[in-house]
């Protein structure tokens, strides 16, 4: 007797629950390194003779090196995900991860270690980059493939959720922290408590790992290739790429918000610290209800469309948001940030289900991670990298804003030629 999506329901809830917790925990050490990268990292590991402009391109270089890695392990996790189950590759990540963001906070800095420390920074952000890598794909699936049939926008969203609720979570620890901590001392350890708290993780990780079944579908199927990876690449490569160049625009647009926005507010226009920390926590927490929203949407009138006025919304929004940041008024900062992730929750929100309709199962996660993590590599990693160079180049942010229409272009033409093209054993 066939089951009904009724019965499905509580039990897919609930992984997709645990699923963006565990998503939510991983983006939280992924982020706090950015956040510390626009804020501490400068100073504290490179010389400081070194002029605040070129320690500053420095820290966010090692911030770019995770976005380097990350395909790295979307392919990594995702032929063992593909061979040997979505959850055993999704548990490993989180174990990496966990470990590689609390050695982070034992790093000595440049004064004590010399250029050691920031060599080791860079092999851990590596680590970090490689763990991030494969955790979406796995936390995306196993809420994809243990949903029912007509609903794998929504549940989907929930994995995506998990992005800004790590971004709420790295900024609360550091506004708690850079207010309670003298700022002698928050520079020397108090910016290290946020990276020690991921230790966390592996207890997530370990619950996943004893609470969660392997998708039915998944562990019953006989049929995946020897080398998952080299099959989806040979029968489906054009389709990863143009994958990675529809996601472009959501990572641009998503760290200049959450990361560069920060850096520029406090040492261009000398915004507090706060100000800026707190406008990037409140657009994270509307997206929050809005990346379910449009997931639910795109269950209902397909991913396509909701993407595309995602990327032409952002696209437009990208002449507002800097004016607004260097208006100076801390409600004008806000809404420009927040209305900025609003748009791209219209891209992210239904991407997960996009990208999963796009690949047969046995090389699913091999297929969608690494056309994501391609995006991020051209997108995100070397965003804050590039608008930093274009303000020193220029003297204003305008190239920043069409740099980040010129991303919204791609994705915009990227989705189009991607369509959607939903595979039937999902």
Not at 213 to 225: G, R
Not at 381 to 396: D, M, N, Q
């Amino acid at each position: 007797m066939a089951t009904s999506p009724e019965p499905q329901a509580k039990p897919s809830l609930r992984i997709a629950a645990m699923a963006s917790a565990g998503a939510a925990i991983e983006w939280y050490d992924f982020f706090i390194y950015g956040t510390a990268a626009a804020l501490v990292f400068p100073k504290l590991f490179f010389p400081a003779d070194l002029p605040p402009f070129v320690a500053q391109i420095a820290a966010f270089s090692t911030f770019a090196v995770g976005f380097v890695a990350r395909p790295i392990g979307g392919m990594v996790f995702g032929h063992f995900g593909d061979l040997y189950g979505r959850k055993r590759a999704l548990v490993a990540a989180m174990f990496i991860m966990g470990l590689a963001t609390t050695l982070i906070g034992l790093l000595p800095g440049y004064a004590t270690w010399g250029v050691a420390a920031p060599l080791l920074l860079v092999v851990l952000r590596f680590v970090q980059g490689l763990a991030v890598g494969g955790q979406w794909g796995g936390a995306a699936l196993m809420a994809i493939e243990n949903a029912p049939a007509h609903r794998h926008g929504f549940y989907s969203s929930f994995v995506q959720v998990g992005v800004p609720l790590g971004v709420v979570l790295a900024n609360t620890v550091f506004l708690i922290a850079s207010t309670l901590i003298e700022p002698a001392s928050f520079a020397a350890w108090g910016w290290r408590i946020g990276f020690l708290l991921s230790v966390s993780l592996i207890f997530v990780g370990i619950a996943m790992h004893h609470m969660v079944t392997e998708p039915e579908a998944v562990a019953q199927q006989q049929e995946t290739p020897v080398s998952p990876l080299w099959t989806v690449l040979r029968e489906h490569g054009l389709t990863v790429l143009i994958a990675g160049g529809a996601f472009i625009a959501n990572n641009v647009c998503f760290y200049i918000a959450i990361t560069y926005a920060v850096a520029y507010g406090t040492a261009t226009i000398g915004i507090p610290r706060e100000t800026m920390l707190l406008a990037v926590m409140v657009g994270s927490l509307v997206m929050i209800p809005a990346l379910i929203v449009c997931g639910a949407l795109s269950d209902r009138f397909g991913r396509k469309g909701i993407f595309v006025l995602g990327a032409l919304l952002s696209g437009i929004w990208a002449f507002a948001v800097f004016p607004l940041i260097e208006s100076g008024s801390p409600l004008a900062i806000v809404l420009g940030i927040t209305i900025a992730l609003a748009f791209v929750s219209m891209m992210y929100g239904p991407q997960a289900a996009l990208f999963a309709e796009l690949f047969p199962r046995e090389v699913r996660y091999s297929g969608a991670s690494l056309g994501y993590q391609i995006g991020t590599v051209a997108g995100g990693g070397f965003a804050p990298i590039i608008a930093t160079a274009l303000l020193a180049r220029y003297g204003t942010s305008m190239p920043i804003s069409i740099y980040l229409a010129a991303t919204c272009a791609i994705s915009l033409v990227c989705v189009l030629l991607l369509g959607r093209k939903r595979n039937a054993r999902i």
